[in-house]
């Protein structure tokens, strides 16, 4: 069983950065599709982007050009770099992986972390 944990959210300004960070149990991030996704209070978790396992990266329009994802396959741990963030940029970022070179935000994700809180302020 695969188990993910972000870390690094926080509370911070607008226009503020923060990288978070999720850590795999298992060495999959070379086989896996990894995906981070946010959800603000009262809404449906939404898609950031994905990368794939040999590392090809799509994100969604909201986020292009601001957000980064990358990853370490040796350390097992996915990053999200966010860059000018905005008030509805609030809300808990999931990482989230599914087995395979298939790789896109609308396909079924297996194992999801816990999510960790991100709160920007005006």
């Known amino acids: 069983q695969v188990q993910l944990v972000e870390s690094g959210g926080g509370s911070v300004q607008t226009g503020a950065s923060l990288k978070l960070s999720c850590v795999s149990s298992h060495l999959i991030l070379g086989i896996y599709c990894m995906g981070w996704f946010r959800q603000a209070t009262g809404k449906e978790r939404a898609a950031i982007g994905t990368?794939?396992?040999?590392?090809?990266?799509a994100y969604t329009d909201s986020t292009k050009g601001r957000f980064t994802i990358s990853k370490d396959n040796g350390k097992n741990t996915l990053y999200l770099e966010m860059n000018d963030l905005k008030p509805e940029g609030s809300g808990i970022y999931y990482c989230?992986?599914?087995?395979?070179?298939?790789?896109?935000?609308?396909?079924?994700?297996?194992?999801w972390g816990p999510g960790t809180q991100v709160t920007v302020s005006s």
């Open positions: 989230a992986a599914r087995y395979g070179s298939r790789c896109s935000q609308d396909l079924v994700f297996t194992y």
């Open positions: 990368i794939t396992n040999d590392g090809r990266t």
